[in-house]
């Protein structure tokens, strides 16, 4: 496994590496988009493969699901342009969400969950990785509690009807903990993802889950460690596929050190090295 974090320090090759090693990570999100040209990226990657740096994924946050045209056409050409990046410059994987059929790219709408937003999806994936045809890297879709997919069974549903090579799983298992059941088994749950979709994990985002004591059901993301996900279960599934990236997000800068001494120490009590 490979622990990773976003860094402040991307202005250069040098001084993004300088940063990922001072805090110990050995995967990194890619800090370039596709507009910066072919000899500064192949700059990052010498530095990352010299340093023996994973670049866990390249991102391509956007909404091609969009019931807007013009935002649902930008997008597509934005994921494509991503995924061709994440093969040029050998990530693991290209990750986004798959949208929404709102006015918000990342938020619940009544028709997410429809079947005909489930065969969009499948049309539009298809869409995105025919037009690229990566060799090396993967297009994957992030859960969320929302969209498609919601689940182990329908994230395997929806790779399965996609029917392409090179879509694969992004694993946020707090993503898809969106009930109570699910959060206070969560240990159970984290079996099945791994169980269901372990062959098709590219890369994990790391994080932890809440319940408040008030109505109806708020569920919030926390830092690894303040929340009840069973990191030791996380964990151990995760150090059983090979070489996976373990990325920490959505934190302040200066809590990254923190959530990863909580994981590097959960590591060492099961004999793990990240």
Known sequence: MRLGAPVAEKSTPEAWIHAIQQHQYRAAYYPLDAQADSVTHQAYVDAAKDADIVIAEVGAWSNPISPDDNIRTSAIEKCQRQLALADEVGARCCVNIAGSRGTEWDRPHPDNLSSDTFDLIVETTRNIIDA???????????????????????????????????????????????????????????????????????????????????????????????????????????????????????????????????????????????
């Open 132 to 274: 690229v045809q990566p060799k090396r890297t993967y297009f994957t879709l992030e859960a969320m509690p929302w969209i498609f997919p919601d689940s182990p069974q329908s994230y395997l549903h929806l790779i399965q009807t996609i029917d392409r090579k090179q879509c694969a799983v992004h694993l946020d298992p707090v993503n898809m903990i969106n009930s109570p059941r699910r959060y206070f088994d969560n240990t159970s749950f984290l079996k099945e993802c791994f169980s269901i979709l372990g062959q098709y994990i590219k890369s994990c985002h790391a994080k932890d889950i809440i319940i408040r004591d008030q109505l109806t059901v708020h569920l919030d993301e926390v830092r690894p460690g303040l929340g009840a996900l069973d990191y030791r279960t996380f964990l151990t599934c995760a150090n059983q596929l090979n070489d996976v990236p373990f990325m920490l997000e959505h934190l302040p800068q200066d809590e990254y050190p923190i959530a990863a001494t909580f994981v590097r120490q959960t590591a060492r009590t099961l004999d793990i090295s990240l």
